[in-house]
């Protein structure tokens, strides 16, 4: 009788052990297989994101200014679409520093207002100063800590930088105004503007047609 009972308690032991170890291998099983579902899921995700975001790059409009050229290119992604010949600041290349110097400005801005102006036709108005422009003028003592911060703060919550600091304001890409003979001539050979970017009215009409508020337009010397 002593013999059967352990005889019948080895068995029960090792039946338990060949479930438990069934159960496990089956949850193993399931636990692998859902590690696998996650991952070509997480994969397919991140390959949809990556298509969709290199067709989003693609359709993206920007602007590119070369001051040595003297062009105002458009592009859509890595593509160049159209290109206009422009006129600069009187004041010569180099980037502008403070207000009067007639220079245009050098760096990455955005586009902040697209509207009609009695004096150039259509005006286009760009976030300058940015926060390099600030920041050098820091650093050169020509603009204040607060004054650092206010335009720090406008650009963090997106809004206009002050346009009253030394630094100058007022910048943007506009036509010519009433075209005459005389002014198409001066616009189509000498740099003529206070630091804007100046095109003909027909071309800053189409110009308007690919560009929105919030167009990154990237100014290089």
């Known amino acids: 009788m002593r013999r059967k009972k352990i005889d019948c308690v080895i068995r029960y032991d090792t039946n338990v052990r060949i479930l438990n170890c069934k159960t496990v291998t089956k949850h193993q099983k399931i636990y692998k ?21 290199m067709s989003y790059d693609a359709d993206k409009v920007s602007l590119l200014l070369s001051q040595s050229e003297h062009m105002l290119y458009v ?3 890595d593509f160049i679409v159209k290109s206009y010949k422009v006129a600069l600041g009187s004041g010569g290349r180099g980037g502008k520093i403070r207000e009067g110097d007639a220079r245009t400005p050098v760096g990455q801005y955005l586009i902040t207002e697209v509207r009609d102006s009695d004096r150039f036709h259509l005006f286009m108005g760009i976030n300058y100063p940015n926060i390099k422009d600030a920041k050098r003028a820091l650093t050169d003592k020509l603009i204040t800590r607060s004054d650092y ?5 406008a650009h963090i919550f997106g ?40 095109l003909r009215n027909d071309e800053v009409e189409e110009l308007s047609r690919y560009v929105s508020v919030g167009t990154e337009i990237n100014i290089v010397e």
């Open 33 to 53: 297989t859902t590690k696998l579902i996650l991952f070509v899921s997480l994969m397919l995700l991140l390959v949809g994101y990556s298509q969709a975001r």
């Open 159 to 198: 809004r206009k930088p002050p346009q009253d600091l030394i630094l100058g304001g007022a910048i943007g890409i506009h036509g010519i105004g009433t075209e005459t003979e005389k002014k198409i001539n001066i616009h189509q050979n000498i740099d003529w503007t206070e630091g804007c970017i100046a």
């Open 75 to 77: 592009k859509k992604g």
């Open 149 to 153: 911060r206010a335009v720090l703060d």
